[in-house]
């Protein structure tokens, strides 16, 4: 399954890639989302990229439907990569499900849109190896990453602010 997502941000590209390239922005933006056993576990930043690993537990945030159960237990288990190369403002998102015979990975550019606005679109793609279940996987794993990208870009545009 492959969808796209744009989140807006009131403030320049400039503006914005410095917010994310900054570790302590995950740090905020995930203690505003009151995500569960965040942890940064690497994160590097030079002249021209920037990487961060994390991982964190989504519990009940999410409806997992009985039949997935088996596969990722009552609370979802992430492990995220997040790279950039910086002077594009192009990057990637690995996604990694404990459990789950899932892939989630996403292509990132951020957008100028003016002086003053930026859009960050993510191209997603979601894959599930499991026979006959695999497109019903993909949607509830669809439908959980929009919810969760549009929360995301609501904490952004608040937090962008304090990197102008």
Known sequence: MNFSIELQYPAAAETVM???VDRHYFERKYQ???VADFEITDDRLSADAFSIDFRFRAAGATNIPEFARKFVGDAIRVKQTERWRIAQR????????AGAPVSVQADMHLLAKG??????????T???G???LGGKVEKLVAEDVRRRAEADGAV????VGDYA
């Open 18 to 20: 410095k917010m994310i």
């Open 32 to 34: 505003a989302l009151e």
């Open 90 to 97: 192009r990057g990637a998102i690995e996604i990694d499900i």
């Open 115 to 124: 002086a003053d606005q930026s859009t960050l679109k993510l191209d997603w």
């Open 126 to 128: 979601i894959r599930c």
């Open 130 to 132: 499991v026979p006959l």
């Open 156 to 159: 952004s545009a608040r937090l």
